[in-house]
């Protein structure tokens, strides 16, 4: 996988500001599509859920319907956490809504054409893998609380203004296009 399929998959990354947090989002998401063996011809396929039927995405699409939202109304909510004295750090919402999901690279996999559990899925939920993906290619601690904490694995932690804005925003995009109920 290359950094410019990465732009092209994910169009939002170009809108990080801070160039080296930038780089490294790319470097993050071109580690996670290795580790999981997700490559060009086939990361169309890589999937937002496995246990859920009636899903109407893929996990780009997902990521970037996430990141579109996000964005949308930050622009329009970002007065408040500022009047609030919680200012929202813009590069933060759009890294961590990008990358949130990464560790779901690993946490499925394609065998013989079948899409499966990935090798630690049973220890490593993504929130966790995707942590120490992103940690590994030298992230700030911020994009890592807000990988972390973005599921269930949150609810009791701390949460930075941005982790609590992705993750309710992912929440919300995730019903809207998983429809239906978890497989029996
Ligand atoms: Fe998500």
Not at 24 to 50: C, K, Y
Request: glycine share 8%.
């Amino acid at each position: 996988m290359t950094a410019e399929k990465i732009l092209e998959l994910f169009p939002a990354m170009k809108d990080i500001q801070d160039e080296e947090l930038r780089r490294l989002s790319i470097r993050a998401m071109i580690d996670a599509m290795a580790q999981g063996g997700w490559d060009e011809n086939n990361v169309h396929l890589a999937p937002v859920t496995v246990t859920y039927d009636g899903v109407t995405c893929n996990l780009i699409e997902h990521v970037n319907l996430v990141t579109d939202i996000c964005m949308t109304i930050y622009e329009k909510v970002s007065g408040y956490y500022a009047a609030n004295g919680r200012p929202l750090d813009r590069d933060t919402v759009l890294c961590g809504a990008l990358l949130h999901d990464i560790g779901k690279f690993t946490e499925y996999a394609l065998v013989d054409g079948k899409i499966c559990h990935g090798q630690y899925a049973d220890i490593m939920r993504h929130p966790l893998s995707g942590a120490v993906i992103a940690g590994r290619a030298g992230l700030p601690e911020r994009i890592i609380h807000l990988i972390a904490t973005h599921s269930f694995e949150g609810d009791k932690s701390y949460l930075t203004a941005e982790a609590d804005f992705v993750r309710t925003i992912d929440q919300f995009a995730f019903k809207c296009s998983v429809y239906g109920l978890p497989k029996k």
